[in-house]
């Protein structure tokens, strides 16, 4: 459940930029690196045996991260649309497709898995520093408008519970304990 509160955190955000038809200085970069990391995290996930909840987290982040992109997108200017748009198809996309085939056709098993527990934790790291590309703003105007108390609140304790769940499931890459590749396919 809090995962899927971290996903749906930004929901008044996105209200608010469809309602004043602006993105009004928010940032897009925190959504685009949310939306690569759930990818990646399902690749990582569909090597394991049993990875329900990764996947089923995973998988509405994707859908979430996605329309929010597209709102985004829709309400940005002519300009930041380009940019926008440039960065998801070389992450998302592109980014994404080379490493799943680099991973796919050069490692296999266990070390496929490692490699791609590695991008998916340093993914993770830059979803939770992703919101902190605002602080400059936030320092700048000392307002804390542009970082919701929601959106933080709910990574934080994000972080906290995935950490338990790593620990719990002994995965390395979800919580740093240690890894047993026993559940590799």
């Given amino acids: 459940m809090v995962s ?9 955000i996105f209200y608010r930029i469809v309602k004043k038809k602006s993105t009004q200085g928010f940032q897009s970069l925190p959504y685009v690196m949310a939306l690569f990391s759930s990818m990646i995290w399902i690749y990582y996930a569909s090597l394991k045996t049993d990875a329900t909840l990764l996947i089923t987290v995973n998988a509405f982040g994707c859908v979430i991260e996605t ?9 940005a200017p002519k300009n ?9 198809v070389s992450l998302n996309i592109v980014g994404f497709w080379v490493i799943a085939l680099a991973t796919h056709y050069l490692a ?8 791609l527990g590695w991008i998916c934790s340093a993914s993770s790291v830059s979803v939770y520093a992703a919101p902190l590309s605002i602080m ?8 804390v408008e ?16 995935w950490f338990f ?3 719990l499931q002994k995965d390395i890459y979800v919580a740093p304990y240690y890894n047993t590749d026993s559940d590799i396919k």
């Fill in 67 to 75: 329309l929010y992109i597209a709102i985004y997108i829709a309400y």
């Fill in 80 to 88: 930041v649309k380009m940019q926008i748009t440039k960065l998801v």
């Fill in 4 to 12: 899927f509160m971290v996903y749906l955190a930004p929901a008044p």
């Fill in 146 to 161: 542009f970082m919701p108390f929601g959106l933080s609140f709910f990574l934080a304790l994000g972080a906290v519970m």
């Fill in 136 to 143: 400059k703003k936030v320092i700048r105007t000392k307002s």
């Fill in 165 to 167: 769940y790593g620990f």
């Fill in 108 to 115: 296999e098993g266990g070390t496929r898995a490692q490699i």
